[in-house]
């Protein structure tokens, strides 16, 4: 089974979303043996009915394969929710011939709840060499707005603090 995902770019000077990158991937994909049976199409605006049949038709999947997954608005832990109101999860066990229960999301649900209106506040301080860079920082901070939000609080600040020397970073350390 192959789902595809692409981008549906929204191309602001003609004031709608352009299909043709979409086709062009699939035809590539089609040119080396694979043949998706999903395309998730990633967009900024809604995709409306028309450019789903067109997306659908030119690519040669389903009309109800062809699934919009657009920007979230506050955190990356809204697309699993975004996934299954686009009925993803029953393409994937219908195609795989599974026979599963329907998912309880409530807890999925619960945790984006305190991800985005948390009850407390969690300052994080992070002093070390490079931190400017925020590549290297992120495998620390990802994990550490997860934890937070589930103990119900959120990370909203942070402190980004170069290290020059030990000394100095103990004593920036204990200001923060």
């Known amino acids: 089974m192959f789902v595809h995902v692409t981008y549906v770019p929204f191309i602001k000077a003609a ?10 991937s699939v035809a590539k994909l089609r040119e080396i043996g694979i043949a ?5 199409c990633r967009c900024e605006k809604p995709l409306e009915k028309e450019l789903r049949q067109k997306i659908s038709m030119f690519c ?8 919009e997954e657009r920007d979230v608005d ?8 975004m996934l299954q109101r686009e009925r993803v999860d029953e393409l994937v066990c219908r ?20 991800i985005i209106a948390p009850q407390h506040r969690v300052r994080i301080g992070v002093v070390g ?18 934890a937070a939000s589930a103990t119900t609080a959120a990370c909203t600040s942070r402190r980004w603090t170069p290290r020059t ?7 920036k350390c204990s200001r923060a």
């Open 60 to 67: 040669n999947v389903p009309y109800e394969a062809v699934v």
């Open 129 to 146: 060499k490079y931190i400017e860079l925020q590549m290297p920082i992120n495998p620390f901070m990802r994990p550490s707005v997860t």
């Open 15 to 24: 004031g709608e979303l352009k299909t043709k990158p979409t086709q062009q």
């Open 95 to 114: 195609q795989l011939q599974l026979d599963t229960p329907q998912p309880n999301m409530a807890h999925w649900q619960e945790i984006l709840r305190k």
């Open 74 to 81: 506050h955190s990356i832990y809204e697309v699993p929710l």
């Open 36 to 40: 998706p049976q999903i395309l998730v």
């Open 165 to 171: 020397s030990s000394a100095t970073a103990r004593t």
